[in-house]
């Protein structure tokens, strides 16, 4: 498989994406998280949001393109970005509920 010149540089892009959420699975039992660590994660999230996005658009730009009036097609694109879109949110309500839980007080029954 060779690689065009975009094609590598976003392969380079995602792996960067993966090393600025290393600090997720680094500290997971200590408790507590350095400031750093915790500005490299929000910017390998929006890294892999901007991904994600450049993606979608590109699929949709070569939809408008095409000439086709496939709305099949076009209405699947729609379907996975909201469907990645809710998984992302849920992802982050699970993990504030988890952390949330984890500081509050328990309360005698």
């Given amino acids: 498989m060779r690689l ?12 960067a994406v993966l090393v600025l959420l290393s600090p997720l699975v680094i500290y ?4 507590e998280m350095p400031l750093a660590a915790l500005f490299g994660i929000a910017g390998g999230i929006a890294l892999g949001l901007a991904l994600a996005g450049r993606r979608l658009h590109a699929a949709l730009l ?3 393109l095409s000439g086709r009036d496939d709305r099949a097609r076009f209405l699947m694109t729609v379907g996975m970005a ?3 879109l809710f998984l992302v949110l849920l992802g982050g309500v699970i993990a504030l509920t988890l952390l949330l839980r984890s500081f509050s007080p328990r309360t005698p029954i």
């Fill in 82 to 84: 909201l469907l990645v």
């Fill in 28 to 31: 997971v039992d200590a408790g």
């Fill in 62 to 64: 070569r939809d408008a």
């Fill in 4 to 15: 065009r010149g975009s094609n590598a540089v976003e392969w380079i892009l995602w792996g």
